[in-house]
């Protein structure tokens, strides 16, 4: 932003350049790569001086209404590392939450707090780097935004390892987990081998209702394994009947039988086949669990064999030492990609990208009305689905192998890793 000066003593106008801050956050569900998205802004406002001060608000937006902020702009100036350790560290630096911001009829003050706050700490943009309930955010906010004409930019920086943002090839995060989940798959495929005996082994995945992630156990077979040997996803109805079926057949020809399912299966009806009661969180989705336990106790009632539930859980988007580097570069240029959209005058966007290509992996850096993302769900096509519903196709997996390609370096303090110091998140 500038504006012309006086005239000096020769006439000739002198531009002032003034220029205004950015605000941060970071929310829902973490993931390996969004503090790689965080330092992409930094390490690109060390390029274009685009901000002068690059405040972190904690916790999400719910920081900005308790006015609790880290000055991101001061870390990187005293830490010459700070950006290359941020990168790598798994969660979110700067915290998360869970929360649902209202409409402008429910809450108008709410509005109105954070925009004078905007005002107050002179921020010319605020970027939120999430999954769908964030984009809701983004869209809520600059919609308010455009209304009553306010001059804070709103932008969205993608993330999710579940990969069900739409107008999007694939969500940073995504690809580090499914570069978990199938080392995991493979790592449990070598322990099972072992005996020689019959035995269901059920490994649980995130996805409530899409099944990317599931998907991704496919990458674990190689020339000597073929687990997992059946994968369910939410896009198809889970029928327990065809499953024991499946199973049983199995069982025929062999000793040992790996299942990957997605937690957020479902039934003829539309059940969740794991959800807990009435029990949900608030943004209103059915909170899931026991999808492995409850296939466990009916295959071992069913088959009369050794049955076990694995359940990864959290495990899946915080395993920073077996992250994806092009899962993390991308997740960089995403948070760049905003930066460059903040110049351009954009609002009310989520940075984005097409793929160009699979073969040659390439990819087009772009953005789009996140009103047209918020709230909506990519599902997996129904041809990367085999007709039986319990496997994945061969255009999946190439849709999949260019994501978990590349390996991190990461620094080691006493045989572990060392990452950034979060002691600002402990309360």
Known sequence: MSHKCPLNERGIFIILVLMKNLIIAQSGGPTVAINASLAGVLEQNQKTNS?????????????????????????????????TNLKTTPAMYLGSCRFRVPTEEEDFSFYETVFSKFEEMDADAFFYIGGNDSMDTVAKLSAYGKKHKKSTKIIGIPKTIDNDLIHIDHTPGFGSAAKYVASSILEIAHDTYIYHLKSVTIVEIMGRDAGWLTASSALARNEYSNAPHLIYLPERVFFLEECIEDTKKLLEERDDVIIAISEGVKDKDGNYISASEGHKDNFGHAMLSGTAKYLEHELHQALGVKTRGIELNILQRCASHIASETDLCESMQLGATAVSLYEE???????????????????????????????????????????????????????????????????????????????????
């Open 51 to 83: 901000f002068k001060k690059i405040y972190g608000s904690l916790n999400g937006i719910t920081g900005i209404l308790q006015n609790r902020f880290l000055d991101l702009t001061e870390k990187t100036s005293e830490d010459p590392t700070f950006i």
């Open 345 to 427: 005058g954009k609002t009310g966007v989520m940075a984005t990208h097409k793929r160009i290509s699979s073969h040659s992996y390439k990819l087009e850096y772009t953005c789009h009305d996140v009103s047209e993302i918020a709230n909506q769900v990519k599902s997996v096509p129904d041809n990367y689905i085999n007709t039986r519903g319990n496997d994945i196709t061969d255009e999946m997996l190439d849709y999949l192998y260019p994501l978990i390609q590349g390996e991190v370096s990461l620094t080691y303090k006493d045989g572990l890793p060392s990452y950034l110091d979060v002691s600002h998140l402990v309360f």
